[in-house]
């Protein structure tokens, strides 16, 4: 997994993409994001392939115990994943994952069937915050 952040806070992240220093890379990256302390959204641009890499046992157990040193950090400033799936069948069998998905991480996955979808919603996301801080 690679996070891009050249578009932040919209923050690309490619699953089969490898890290040169190695999966745990990851992991530091997204912690330096939460360090911001800023509102963003993550986009995963492609398709949900049913033949996507199965994660290890020891994969999910690393990512679970991150997951709930980061719970606070990533239910603040992660304001959502956003998938991108054309197939209206692939987004109908992505709901019950979503819901999965949204109380695991602490935030919301929204499936979009366009990038021009995706990016519309993400700045809709993302204005809807700005709007809050102003609004406190």
Do not use: C
Not at 18 to 34: I, M, T, Y
Not at 51 to 69: C, G, L, T, V, Y
Request: glycine content about 4%; hydrophobic content about 45%.
């Amino acid at each position: 997994m690679r996070l891009d952040s050249t578009t932040f806070p919209v923050v690309k992240i490619i699953f089969d993409a490898p890290n040169e220093s190695g999966p745990e890379d990851a992991f530091v990256v997204f912690e330096g994001l939460l360090a911001r302390e800023q509102a963003f959204l993550l986009l995963h641009e492609k398709s949900v392939d049913e033949n996507a890499h199965e994660h290890s046992h020891e994969e999910r157990r690393q990512a679970s115990i991150w997951m709930k040193k980061n719970k606070q950090a990533l239910r603040t400033f992660v304001k959502g994943m956003i998938q991108i799936e054309p197939s209206a069948a692939q987004r109908l069998a992505l709901k019950p994952f979503a819901a999965m998905f949204g109380k695991a991480w602490g935030y919301p996955l929204l499936v979009v069937e366009s990038k021009d979808q995706a990016w519309a919603l993400a700045r809709d996301v993302l204005d809807e915050q700005i709007s809050d801080v102003a609004h406190f």
